[in-house]
């Protein structure tokens, strides 16, 4: 069973449904659907085989029904509560964007003489010239096309070309289709009587001097407003006055009437009110307050306020009648979309950190974030070590990954969702920092590793100096609490050395840390008030070779440091050499990057780089070599719990080039005895991948009881599971023992352990809460029950008392007086 994850939560606009209560966003080729009140998962529309770039949702609250668009050329119908799919219309071009303005109004809007309409959509699609249909850049064009998607026929004619496949947009109640081309926006007006042919449909043109990113309109669908690359907004009002007055009042063209607007080569010129050249528009008026270019525009449903989102990191609300602004800052990245529903104040916005915040403008408050695998960041130009920025957490399998504000994300696998988040170093994050872009951030983790039972930590923050002052690097041993389950920092080594390699011993509490010209090993070291903290107890070298990889054997006897091109063994107790190995089938020897035990077995691997890259599996026993092969090794991992190890094979270093960075790879099972590949399989993205093997967590039946003398951390996982992490962090996770026709064995669970199940009803709406027992004595409890009025209202309503004869009863024995003395 193969299951995917991480894929980017924002590359589209997401869309809610028409009850509020489910988001519907773009992930690759799926639509994933998220419950609006808990976040959780509800489901998954698969089907395409191409990347899904709209998605726009029936107006009906009864049903949930919803058309989708992808790059694979197919639109494709669905109802997305069941996640099944109804319809599939093969458009025959990739389609980049989709907009269906009949689907804008609610069902119960709609008029007619009952006969039901054409379903005609707007798209934006890759035209390709000739029949080869060559996917080079330079023959793919972009056409705005009208299709009907009744008759599954596109309409003859064309809307527009374009030099680039552009995205278009709508506006709120379908009476406007708009699109953002160059310094151009292009804005058509939808006939309401049907669309025969495409060259009849009423446009008009809006020029810039600036290039536009993105449009918006308004409800009264007479404002338009558009965001340019250098921060500006541009709100035109009473577009098209002039030349949509020639559509009737039951929204047909009169013939002779539409003129098109002539072509104006724009040379500067300013009209009144800011218009430029002849466009069709009473005025222009120009907001700036972004530094950088606009990314995201939406008018709230009253058209009294718009937001609009950039780098910043920054939702700005204008109010339109006075140009005043209110702020909401750090909100974890650039702003890429900014979606309306129907709740006036409810609004998703798609942040650069792949999350999804659910903000309430009424109280300018996150009510909700659904947070996806955080992206990749640029490491600096000054850092010349190899990151190991992913890791696996042992105990739990958490793939844990290095983010752009020196922090650590933990993200289950198993689930696709976010765990949490771990702030290495406290750092005042400044969003769209143009000197971060260009030459990378000043302080990023470069390394994570952990022990084999999960328990302890240890990560390196790197530090860039301006001008050779300031700069260094610290390494942190981190302890988790097993009651919260969190990691506290235990030691802070400032300057320990630059660090290029990070790894821990398996028995005992030992790590070691690799350099330019030497290796430290780390130890635990007990100072007063019972107070344990790491030291560093010895330090080694091989003749001022680089360092660049070690590994500790299974039983921590033999530590293998990489120096350079030659392999040395070490004892880690006396932190004496004992052997230096050295492969001399290749000449001249190449760098060791690669280098780990092999569990059950006395095998070591090495993988070199370089123009003769090199895989080499060593018997540490008869310090021999048992094979070896010719292969580039992007990322090397062991099982924790067989005798095997896979690695990503990728193109050789020498032939590193543009077009090959995101070239196939292939990701290769090997036993210690053979160099013949148990199984091999193909992956895309193969330069910056990084493979990891995943424990998974015992069942119940294995598991030991209660009472028993074993801790969480004796427990050894029954199998283990391959992840494959791309550079954009796209993982899937696979069995890589289980044949395709073998199906999984279905989990066994212990019915004398009750299992908390979630259904569809507790995604959907949370939780309900139970109430509290309470605490009170059996003699207080059954006191209160013998007053008067303690089972007075016990009963059917039918034979209750009335409220007459009951009330003067209750009052009296509430205002007794009491004889007693108290």
Known sequence: MVSRGGASLVEREPVFSRDGKRLLVCTACTVT??????????????????????????????????????????????????????????VGHPVQSM?????????????????????????????????????????????VICYNLTSAKQIPGHLAKTRYVETLCVSPGGGLVGMADDHKAWIWMVPQGGIEKSNVIPWTILHHTKRILVLAFDSSETRVAAGDHTGRILVWENVGDRTFSSIDNDGKVRVGKFTPPPKIVMRGRVRGGGVRGKDDAASCTTYHWHAREVKSLTFTMDGVYLLSGGLEGVLVVWQM?????????????????????????????????????????GTMDVERTIQGIKPPFVMPKQVSMNPSMVSIEPSEGKIVVATHNLSLQFYDPASDQHVAELQVTPRNYVVGAREEEEEGLSTCVTHVAFSADGLCMATVDVRIGEQSIGGGAC??????????????????????????????????????????????????????????????RSVGSYRQRPILAAAFSSDGSILAVAASEF?????????????????????????????????????????????????????????????????????LSVDPIRANFAVLAGVPSDTYQEGARNSD???????????????YWTVRDGFGGTLLYTPVPQTSAEAPKKGDDNTMTDLVPSKSKLTYLTSTREFVVFDPYQREDEPEQPKVRDVS????????????????????????????????????????LNGPSHVLPSLSVVCIPFMDSLLKKRTEQT
């Open 567 to 635: 392999l040395t063994l070490w004892n880690p107790a006396t932190n004496s050499l004992v052997k230096v190995l050295s492969n001399a089938v290749v000449h001249p020897l190449q760098p060791i990057h690669h280098l780990a035990f092999v569990n059950q077995s006395n095998c070591l691997v090495a993988a070199s780089s370089g123009e003769r890259p090199l895989l080499t599996v060593w018997d540490v026993s008869t310090l021999s070599v048992r094979w070896s092969q010719a292969i580039s090794v992007e990322s």
């Open 753 to 792: 352990v009750p299992e908390e199940v979630s259904s569809a009803f507790t995604a959907l709406y949370g939780k309900a809460v139970q109430p509290k027992k309470s605490d009170a004595p059996a003699d207080v409890l059954s006191a209160l029950s013998k007053a008067p009025w303690g089972t007075l």
């Open 475 to 536: 390494l942190k041993f981190w302890e988790k609490n097993l009651q919260n389950r969190k990691f506290s920092i235990n030691t802070q080594i400032d300057e320990p050395h630059e660090i290029s390699a990070l790894s821990f011993q398996s028995r005992e509490r030992m790590a070691v840390s690799c350099s330019d010209t030497e290796f430290k090993i780390w130890v635990p070291h007990e100072r007063r008030a019972s107070r344990v903290s790491w030291r560093c």
């Open 665 to 679: 790879a292939v990701v290769g099972l090997f036993d210690v005895d053979s160099p013949a590949p148990l199984q």
């Open 99 to 143: 907009v269906i303005p009949e689907l804008c109004k609610p069902r119960d809007a709609e008029k007619g003489d009952g006969k039901r309409k054409a379903l005609v959509a707007f798209l934006s699609v890759g035209w390709y010239k000739g029949e080869a249909k060559d996917e080079s850049e330079e023959d793919v064009k972009g056409r």
């Open 33 to 90: 659907v998220f419950s609006v009140q808990t976040g959780e998962v509800l489901t998954v529309l698969k089907g395409h085989t191409g990347f899904v770039n709209s998605v726009v949702v029936v107006p009906n609250a009864t049903i949930c029904h919803c058309w989708t668009a992808a790059l694979d050329g197919t639109v494709r119908f669905w109802d997305f509560a069941a996640g099944t799919l109804l319809r599939t219309v093969n």
């Open 321 to 361: 009648e006075t140009g005043k602004r209110t702020y909401l800052p750090r909100l974890g990245g650039a702003l890429f979309y900014i979606a309306p529903s129907l709740h006036p104040a409810l609004f998703a916005i798609a942040c650069m950190d792949n999350s999804i915040k659910l903000l309430n403008t």
